[in-house]
């Protein structure tokens, strides 16, 4: 049965149970057929979804990480020093320790044996308002913790 909004799918799903899993899953699933819409004839869109939703989920999980650590729930380090406090050692600590994580975790649930068609059965779609608002949500959460945190701290 396809229902037309995708709350009601996830509450007939078992929206106590599996709530994030389901957002996970409708975000991909959105994704996918908008660019797949939008361009029809693209050959990479896998790639360049993959890469926009884990930059995203790295940049979530920063943020995440960012105000545990301004809060002194947790406390963590960051240090490959490839060439001391350059800009590449930053940018390889991120990609291993918020990257990384959904990289594993992206291709795992979604591109692994093309789990990806399943969920495009299973799942309908919002015109790409669902994964647009997330990926806009991901930007400016990102940007303005920074700047937040970067005032007060």
């Not at 050692?89 to 291709?107: Q, T």
């Not at 591109?111 to 495009?120: A, C, G, H, N, P």
Request: hydrophobic letters at 50%; glycine letters at 6%.
């Amino acid at each position: 049965m396809v229902l037309a909004n995708g709350m009601a799918q996830m509450i007939e799903n078992g929206l106590n149970k599996n709530v994030m899993i389901n957002y996970y899953y409708l975000y991909w699933v959105d994704a996918i057929i908008s660019i797949k819409t939008k361009n029809p004839n693209r050959k990479d869109w896998k790639y360049t979804l993959f890469i926009y939703t884990t930059l995203c989920n790295a940049l979530n999980g920063w943020v995440l990480m960012l105000w545990l650590k301004f809060f002194d729930i947790y406390t963590f380090r960051i240090e490959i020093n490839i060439l001391s406090g350059s800009i590449l050692s930053n940018a390889i600590g991120f990609i291993i320790y918020f990257a990384l994580p959904f990289i594993i975790l992206n291709y795992s649930l979604i591109f692994y044996k093309d789990r990806y068609k399943k969920l495009l059965d299973r799942y309908t779609h919002r015109n790409g308002k669902f994964a647009m608002g997330y990926i806009l949500y991901s930007v400016l959460l990102g940007f303005i913790s920074a700047v937040i945190y970067g005032v007060i701290s």
